[in-house]
């Protein structure tokens, strides 16, 4: 079974789901995926109004819809997926989430084209499976540029020393930007063993390159990446 969300499950007339490694397209998503944009995700903040089945977005990595019947959906491989719903299941909006994309705001403005129509208290936010405190560490130049413009308490931006906590980040910046429900679903993408204990649950960029350091042969992560999205039906 795919993760998906507590709150975003109570939302009539929505299909919602994050994929992993092994179903990495949701399975209740997957006869929509010829209607998701045509996009290339840049670690970027721009975020294009989908209004067309397959409409073509160019570089993009956050999408907005009031459009039955698209697929809006975002590859991860340790940034953060978070779908956004309006509680009446009539708007929609996706955005991938790594630490530049996080740092350069792509949250507030996917915050702004939803109040520029309607009011971020009344939407649901889920925060998906990403690369954890656990696993996440970074360079101690990000980790204080992190702690320099942000105004959160060092101890949700880094919980262990030169290690994000991009899911904490991520929340605090939601509730500061009015949204009031919020949940998190799935697991760190780099550490979480799939059922069987044999293997991983998550397809992780960051794995796979320290993989990839030991055994130049290893495959890369190239048509791997797992799927997040929303539809409203
Ligand atoms: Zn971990």
Same mark, same amino acid.
């Given at each position: 079974?795919?993760?998906?969300?507590?709150?975003?499950?109570? #939302?009539?007339?929505?299909?919602?789901? *994050? +994929?992993? =490694?092994?179903?990495?397209?949701?399975?209740?998503?997957?006869?929509?995926? $010829?209607?998701?944009?045509? =996009? =290339?995700?840049?670690? +970027?903040?721009?975020?294009?109004?989908?209004?067309?089945?397959?409409?073509?977005?160019? %570089?993009? !990595? @956050? *999408?907005?819809?009031?459009?039955?019947? #698209?697929?809006?959906?975002?590859?991860?491989? !340790?940034?953060?997926?978070?779908?956004?719903?309006?509680?009446?299941?009539?708007?929609?909006?996706?955005?991938?989430?790594?630490?530049?994309?996080? #740092?350069?705001?792509?949250?507030?403005?996917?915050?702004?084209? #939803? /109040?520029?129509?309607?009011?971020?208290?009344?939407?649901?936010?889920?925060?998906?499976? &990403?690369?954890?405190?656990?696993?996440? %560490?970074?360079?101690?130049?990000?980790?204080?540029?992190?702690?320099?413009?942000?105004? *959160?308490?060092? $101890?949700?931006? $880094?919980?262990?020393?030169?290690?994000? /906590?991009?899911?904490?980040?991520?929340? &605090?910046?939601?509730?500061?930007? +009015?949204?009031? !429900?919020?949940?998190?679903? @799935?697991?760190?993408?780099?550490?979480?063993?799939?059922?069987?204990?044999?293997? *991983?649950?998550?397809?992780?960029?960051?794995?796979?390159?320290?993989?990839? %350091?030991?055994?130049?042969?290893?495959?890369?992560?190239?048509?791997? /990446?797992?799927?997040?999205?929303?539809?409203?039906?």
């Amino acid at each position: 079974m795919s993760d998906s969300s507590a709150l975003l499950r109570q #939302i009539p007339g929505i299909l919602h789901g *994050f +994929g992993d =490694k092994h179903t990495l397209l949701p399975a209740e998503l997957q006869s929509y995926e $010829s209607t998701r944009p045509a =996009k =290339k995700q840049v670690h +970027g903040v721009r975020i294009v109004d989908v209004t067309q089945s397959g409409q073509a977005c160019g %570089e993009a !990595d @956050g *999408f907005f819809t009031s459009t039955p019947g #698209i697929l809006l959906a975002v590859f991860t491989a !340790d940034c953060l997926p978070v779908i956004f719903c309006r509680k009446d299941g009539k708007q929609t909006g996706v955005v991938h989430a790594g630490w530049r994309g996080l #740092i350069d705001g792509i949250l507030e403005l996917m915050a702004a084209r #939803i /109040n520029a129509s309607g009011d971020t208290a009344d939407w649901v936010v889920s925060i998906g499976p &990403a690369a954890g405190a656990c696993c996440y %560490e970074v360079s101690q130049e990000l980790t204080d540029t992190y702690m320099q413009r942000l105004d *959160f308490p060092p $101890s949700l931006i $880094s919980p262990v020393p030169r290690h994000l /906590n991009l899911a904490a980040i991520a929340e &605090a910046k939601l509730r500061a930007l +009015g949204f009031a !429900d919020i949940d998190h679903a @799935g697991r760190c993408t780099i550490c979480t063993p799939d059922e069987t204990g044999t293997g *991983f649950n998550y397809t992780s960029y960051r794995r796979n390159s320290h993989q990839r %350091e030991k055994d130049p042969a290893h495959p890369g992560i190239s048509g791997r /990446n797992q799927q997040s999205g929303i539809i409203i039906l």
